[in-house]
DNA sequence: CCTATTCTGGACTTTGTAGTCCAACCAGGA
DNA sequence: TCCTGGTTGGACTACAAAGTCCAGAATAGG
C-alpha cells in the first residue's frame, strides 16, 4: 500500500472498514474471523493484507476509529447545542434511543480488549473520544449558564465528567443484562441534579 | 468428575480457579491461554479438562464468579453500614482505592466479551452482582432516611441505579484513559446530591 | 492388604485462522 | 501500443491453541 490509492482503492478500502464493522458487530470480536469480513466484504485474502500490511490489529484499530467517530455523530444536532432544558431532554432521549437500539454488542469496548488497551493508536482513539464528548457535555453545561438557567459557580467539568461515567457505565450495565433502566436513571439524575441546582439558586438569589 | 471430589481434588480444581484468575488479571482474557494457565498452576492438560470437562469456557464461568464474588467482598465492612455521610465517604475511598489498584484489567468485564454476554450462565452471574450491588445501595440510601438524613420522598432506588451506572462507567473510563477522576466525579456527584437534598429539604421543613 | 475410584502426566490429534505468495488483471500515462 | 504500478483471486503455509486419550500413580474404603 505504497503512497497513494486510487480512487478504486480508497473505495475497496473503506467498503472493507464497513463490512468489517458490520461483522464486528454481530459475531463480537472474539468470534469474527477475517474470513468472516471477506465474505462480507466479497473481497479477498490479498485485499485485506493489502490495505492492511499490518494485519488484523490495523483493521481492528481502523474500525474503532469508524466507530469512534459514528458515536459523537449519532447525537447530532443534539449533543452540540445543549442550551436549553428541552435540548437536554431531547439528547437524553436519543442517546437512550441509540443504545437501545444498538443491542448488546459494543462495538468499541470489545474492540479495546481484543486490540489490548495499552497498545497506543487504541488507548489515542478512546481517550480521544472521551475528550470530545465531555468537552461537549461541558459546553452544554455553560450554554445553560450563559443563559442564566444555571449558578455561574456551578462546576461543569465536574457535572460533564459524572454525565458521562454515568452514560459508559449504563451502556455498559444494559449490555450485560438487556435493561436500559440504569442508563435512564443515569442521564434522568444528572440533568435533574442540575435543575436542582438551578432552583436552589433561584431560592438563594431572591432569599438574597 | 463424577458426584464427587475428594479434599484433594477440591484443593486442585480452587488452585485452577485462582491460579486462571491470575492468569487472566495480568495477561487479559484475550491473550490468556490454557497452557498458561497450566503452567502457572502446575497441572497438566487432563487436569484441567477432567475438573472443567466443558472445556475453556466452563473455567472462564468459574472465574467468572470467583471474581465476582470478590468485587462485592472487598467493598465490605464498608458497603454494608452506609448509615452517615462519614460511612458514605468512607465507602467511596474504598471504592476508587481498590479499582485505582487493580490497573488496567477488568476481570468481569472482558471475561463476558469472551464468553459471550448472552450465556445464560454468564448473563446470571453479571445480573446477580449487580443486583446485589445495587441493593446494598439502596439499602444505604434507606439508611439515612430512616436516620432521618435525608427526606423519606427520595427515591432510593434511583439513586442506587444512577450511583452504580456511574461507578460502572467511572471504572471502564479509567480502565481507558487510567486516569480515576471520572470514577471520583461520579461517586462524588452522586453523593453531593444526595446531601443537596436533605439540605433543600430542610430548607423546606423550615420554611414549612 | 486389595480393589475401585479418583487423580495426574504428557504425548497426540484436530481445527480454525492469521498471514504469505504469486500470477493475473486493470487503468492511466508516455 | 507498451509499460508501470496499483489491484485482485485464491491456493498454500505456519502455527497456536483447544481438546482427546490412555497409561500409571495416589488415595479412600472395605
Redesign the pocket.
Known sequence: ??????P???A?RARIVEGAAEVLREKGVA?A???DVRART??????L??YFPD???QLLLAVAQYEADRVLDDQQPYLGCLDSWDAWYRWRDVVVRRYEEQGDHCPLGSLFLQIGRSTPGARAIVVELMRQWQASLAQGVRALQAGGRLPGSFDADQAAAALLAGIQGGVSIMLSTGESAHLRAALDWGIARMREAATAADRGDRRA
Open positions: 500500500m505504497p503512497g497513494v490509492l486510487t478504486k482503492g480508497r475497496t468470534f474471523t477475517l474470513d466479497g473481497t479477498s485474502k490479498s485485499q493484507f493489502h494485519g488484523k490489529d
